[in-house]
């Protein structure tokens, strides 16, 4: 589980947008993080503690002065545990109060005690938000080094339509992540690619395969989370777009072949999930293509191979490809690695169960030029991408 041992201290504060730290609390819990609460006083009119000490197991703590705690002295040991503190929904009160250093009930004590990183997610009224002291202290509370998570646009609780909505769960929640993960992929420009290809037969038809690239999506979040710079180039998904990295969608085999070789000189990991097409239509019908009786054949010619093209022209890059195989896994893959002058390839038998296209595990094995093969166990798509960027960092410092 992600955020496994880690301590993630939420300060609630009063504003409509509480009620939704519920299910913040829930997904954390979810993802093993220990979590903690502090409720400002107005806060408890939105949301009752009662709601997250049912979710958390923690005694949620909204009086500086509350004797029913086992802590010594608790906003400094509460300040004391937290890996990150997540202010949110913050109120323009609260965010008044903590770039100015007020430190009047337990959250602000707490967060004046603490040394971990600090994220904030204002959520107000767009005239508050806008409101030049407001946006003042923001920039205050970013010069001292708070994470200010942007607020979203959309119907605000009073009817308005603007800016001042508090952001999705996800959203906090990758926030949460990134401010736990190691930095240890900073200042590696990380290129990903992920998906299927299309290619066009007429305006109506084209031909792709079953990947949903939730490999190559899980690699790139993995990689923005622990602080590379990540370009994710992806054929057409279903998938919603990730934080924290440049998006660059194609569609057929020879945009990514150009948006890989456009960016790879700048690019010192390439790890390409996508499945790419091997063949395309070799002329794409201007109109649609109507039935006619009998059989109807379709010629192909072979795309340009990414991989195959760049790997024998790499100079600092380590290349990592992707291998997907039903039969001789190994074998093939081993050939695939030597082919195409890789630095590792990440092979996975399209029959194993929990292997593959669309499920949200995966079971594979790591090839390198040194001959080792070394499978893992089946594990989740997010863990192993956390895997596969440890074994690039291992390798690459060789
Ligand atoms: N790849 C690529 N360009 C292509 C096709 C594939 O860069 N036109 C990459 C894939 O993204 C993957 C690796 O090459 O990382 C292996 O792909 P695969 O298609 O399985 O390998 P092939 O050598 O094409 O083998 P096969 O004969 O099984 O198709």
Redesign the pocket.
């Known amino acids: 589980m992600e955020l496994q041992g880690k301590c993630v201290l939420l300060g609630v504060t009063g504003g409509i947008a509480a009620y939704k730290m519920a299910g913040v609390a829930s997904a954390l819990k979810k993802r093993g993080a220990d979590v903690e609460v502090i409720m400002t006083r107005n806060a408890t009119q939105f949301i009752t503690p009662l709601t997250f000490e049912t979710l958390t197991g923690h005694k949620c703590m909204v009086d500086t002065f509350d004797r029913d705690f086992k802590f010594e002295v608790t906003h400094i040991e509460l300040a004391k545990k937290a890996d990150v503190i997540l202010v949110a929904p913050a109120t323009a009160n609260v965010i008044a109060k903590m770039a100015h250093g007020i430190a009047d009930d337990m959250l602000t004590t707490t967060v004046l005690a603490a040394r971990c990183p600090k994220l904030v997610s204002p959520a107000m009224n767009t005239g508050m938000l806008e409101n030049p002291i407001t946006q003042d202290n923001i920039r205050t509370l970013e010069k001292y080094g708070f994470t200010v998570i942007p607020s979203e646009s959309g119907q605000l609780a009073c009817h308005d339509v603007g800016k001042g909505r508090l952001p999705a769960d996800e959203v906090l929640l990758d926030y949460i992540s990134r401010a736990l993960a190691p930095k240890d992929l900073a200042g590696l420009h990380v290129t990903v690619?992920a998906g299927p290809?299309q290619e066009a037969i007429d305006p109506v038809r084209c031909l792709t395969n079953h990947s949903t690239g939730k490999m190559g999506y899980a690699v790139a979040r993995a990689a923005a989370l622990r602080g590379a710079e990540v370009t994710l180039i992806h054929g057409p998904t279903a998938l919603q777009p990730l934080r924290f990295v440049r998006d660059v969608p194609v569609t057929s085999?020879q945009e990514?072949?150009e948006a890989?070789t456009g960016c790879f000189a700048q690019t010192d990991v390439l790890v390409?999930?996508?499945?790419?097409?091997?063949y395309r239509p070799a002329t794409v019908a201007a109109d649609k293509v109507k039935k006619s009786e009998g059989e109807m054949s379709i010629p192909l010619t072979?795309?340009?191979?990414?991989?195959?093209?760049?790997g024998p022209a790499k100079t600092h890059q380590f290349l990592?490809?992707?291998?997907?195989?039903t039969r001789d896994m190994v074998a093939?893959s081993a050939?695939?690695l030597r082919?195409?002058n890789?630095d590792m390839?990440?092979a996975n038998n399209l029959k194993d169960p929990g292997a593959g296209f669309g499920v949200d595990t995966n079971l594979v094995t790591f090839l390198t030029p040194d001959g080792a093969v070394r499978q893992l166990p089946l594990m989740s798509k997010d863990a192993v991408a956390g895997a596969i960027l440890d074994e690039i960092l291992a390798r690459k410092g060789k």
């Open positions: 690619t290809t085999a990514m072949f890989v390409m999930a996508a499945a790419v097409a091997d072979r795309t340009a191979d990414i991989l195959g093209t760049i990592c490809g992707f291998s997907m195989e093939h050939d695939k082919r195409k890789l390839i990440v």
